[in-house]
């Protein structure tokens, strides 16, 4: 089978194989035990197992994709399942851990990049070099001390009030000029990996100013999670 068949099969094999232990012990997610109640309610769902399956199914993809040897293949050149897989299946305590901070949100104070709104950033600060070079304060708030990973620019930054389960799930290509999405887009629900965004942002065959749109798990109510292939 190809990267794709393999990618598929192995998405519904892990789920079978995981479940089973979830239902009966619960789930360990951000230093908290999630019961196994919960855990059976999220997995009796119809529309949550499918996007389990397509979160392993797309994680599995890219391991794949990106490292082609990891997995053996037979004699015809059909991959072959490898226990190394198995860890594509703990998705699913993932996923459960962050339906419960949904159910039950917890919202913490983060700092976000003013022109994306990712929380990728970074700051120049003061640290003490006698005590492990112990944090003390940030230089300032002025652009030229803060930095962005995603848009790769100095930039100043704002506080954003997220649950704590909250996180970037991809980015979108938008012009903040007339609100619309990059032609590129397939529609206003697609999410697509910081390097495709970026290779948007950059193609001057295209008219307009577009800008890097960072998306969080809950901005869209059903993201489509574009696949690198």
Not at 104 to 122: A, F, H, R, T, W
Request: hydrophobic share 35%.
């Amino acid at each position: 089978m190809n990267k794709k068949d393999f990618a598929i099969i192995m998405s519904v094999l892990l789920f079978e194989m995981r479940i089973e232990n979830l239902t009966q012990t619960g789930v360990a997610y951000k230093e908290q035990y999630i019961s196994n109640e919960y855990a059976t309610k999220i997995l009796n769902n119809e529309d949550h197992n499918a996007a389990i399956v397509e979160r392993i199914r797309l994680s599995v993809l890219e391991e794949v994709t990106k490292n082609p040897n990891k997995y053996k293949k037979d004699s015809e050149g059909k991959y072959l399942y490898s226990k190394d897989a198995y860890h594509h299946a703990y998705l699913i305590d993932d996923y459960i851990g962050e339906q419960y901070l949904k159910d039950y949100p917890e919202y913490i104070n983060v700092l976000v990049c003013d022109k994306c709104g990712s929380d990728n950033v970074q700051s120049k600060a003061w640290v003490n070099p006698n005590k492990n070079n112990e944090f003390v304060d940030t230089i300032s708030k002025e652009e030229e001390d803060n930095w962005c990973n995603d848009c790769d620019q100095y930039v100043s930054l704002s506080n954003k009030k997220v649950n704590q389960g909250a996180k970037v799930i991809g980015y979108q290509v938008v012009s903040m000029v007339d609100v619309d999405i990059h032609p590129s887009m397939d529609t206003c629900y697609s999410v697509y990996n910081l390097d495709k965004a970026n290779e948007m942002v950059n193609d001057r065959n295209i008219d307009g100013e577009w800008e890097l749109l960072t998306i969080w798990d809950d901005d869209i109510k059903k993201p489509i999670l574009m696949s690198k292939e």
